[in-house]
């Protein structure tokens, strides 16, 4: 079983950066994607980033701000976050699609607040 560990989450001041971790304990074979989501109290989990062998997508309200990045050879999967803001305020997890089957992490939470 493929277990994903996020990291790098934790209090900045609104205008701040923070990058986010994102560790595969393994290789995961035949990968489509890997993406952040977000969930803030009260709301969905929502989509922020997703990155593929071919492109990378993000939210309207994240484009330009933030970035995702991948490094196949360590497994690992980035979310640089700058010029944050407080509705930015959420837990984040790392997510891998793989054919017939979803990966998740258990979050990592970050607080944007002055």
């Known amino acids: 079983q493929v277990q994903l560990v996020e990291s790098g989450g934790g209090l900045v001041q609104p205008g701040g950066s923070l990058r986010l971790s994102c560790a595969a304990s393994?290789?995961?074979?035949?990968?489509?994607?890997m993406a952040w989501y977000r969930q803030a109290p009260g709301k969905e989990r929502e989509l922020v980033a997703r990155?593929?062998?071919?492109?990378?997508q993000y939210a309207a309200s994240v484009k330009g701000r933030f970035s995702i990045s991948r490094e196949n050879a360590k497994n690992t999967v980035h979310l640089q976050m700058n010029s944050l803001k407080p509705e930015d305020t959420a837990v984040y997890f790392c997510?891998?699609?793989?054919?017939?089957?979803?990966?998740w992490g258990q979050g990592t939470h970050v607080t944007v607040s002055s």
């Open positions: 393994r290789s995961i074979p035949n990968i489509y994607a």
């Open positions: 990155i593929t062998s071919i492109n990378s």
């Open positions: 997510h891998a699609r793989v054919p017939d089957s979803d990966y």
